[in-house]
């Protein structure tokens, strides 16, 4: 059973497009975590939210904004791709409370053209 | 601001050798610490952790060791096998409200036969 999935594992889309990641995890974690690894594969957190509710979030573009439907989900829609859009976007979860070891996802692999 | 950083980008070793991953931090306020393992086309795997208290962690053929003095971690393989080829991330317990984990910039381990 896959710990932490994520749909799609590929996306290439055109610039100026719309597009949503979806993140599922069935380990019963409370807090669940968006990060971008580009291609020097330096992985940065994005966002993370502690039982729907959003407790980080770094300095990223608001034409991203997750959505967690309930404590199991956090999805990524992402507005108006750019080209600098183009990486990996891994989900992940954990126990709440301070930091501890994550669980990630496969990945996304985000082109935009 | 606060990072966590490795001295190699890419250590290539023979198998059955001994393999040494090294990672320099910058936040002394840093209390524990993980080894992630990446393979190609997969997320970040958890290897190991350590917390500030402790100066040594063993698990199966991996160690590591923690020197707050000079804030150092490292990261010792044991019989390094050809499946042990990924790249390696050390991360601290972040700066957000602790919630967080900063991640290093990676090191490629390549395991000639």
């Known amino acids: 059973d896959t710990a932490v999935s994520q749909t799609p594992k590929y996306l290439v889309t055109q610039m100026g497009n719309d597009k949503s990641i979806k993140c599922e995890q069935n380990l019963g974690h409370d807090t669940m975590y968006w990060y971008k690894q580009d291609s020097k594969k330096f992985l940065k957190i994005m966002f993370s939210?502690?039982?729907?509710?959003?407790?980080i979030n770094e300095t990223v573009p608001n034409r991203f904004s997750p959505k967690s439907p309930d404590k199991a989900h956090l999805n990524l829609h992402i507005n108006s791709l750019e080209l600098g859009d183009s990486a990996v976007y891994f989900c992940?979860?954990?126990?709440?409370?301070?930091?501890?070891?994550?669980?990630f996802g496969p990945g996304t692999r985000l082109l935009v053209l | 601001g606060e990072s966590v950083g490795l001295h190699l980008p890419t250590l290539s070793v023979q198998e059955g050798d001994n393999s040494i991953i090294n990672c320099a931090y910058s936040?002394?306020?840093?209390?524990?610490f993980i080894w992630y393992k990446q393979e190609s086309g997969k997320g970040p795997q958890f290897i190991i952790d350590i917390r500030s208290n402790m100066d040594k962690r063993q698990g199966q053929r991996v160690t590591v060791l923690l020197n707050k003095t000079v804030k150092h971690l490292s990261l010792q393989i044991a019989a390094t096998q050809p499946g042990d080829s990924a790249v390696y991330f050390c991360?601290?317990?972040?700066?957000?409200?602790?919630?967080?984990?900063?991640f290093g910039s990676g090191t490629r381990l390549q395991v000639q036969p």
């Open positions: 936040n002394s306020a840093s209390d524990y």
């Open positions: 991360a601290e317990r972040g700066y957000t409200g602790r919630r967080a984990l900063t």
């Open positions: 939210y502690n039982n729907k509710e959003l407790i």
């Open positions: 992940a979860s954990s126990l709440p409370g301070l930091a501890r070891s994550q669980y």
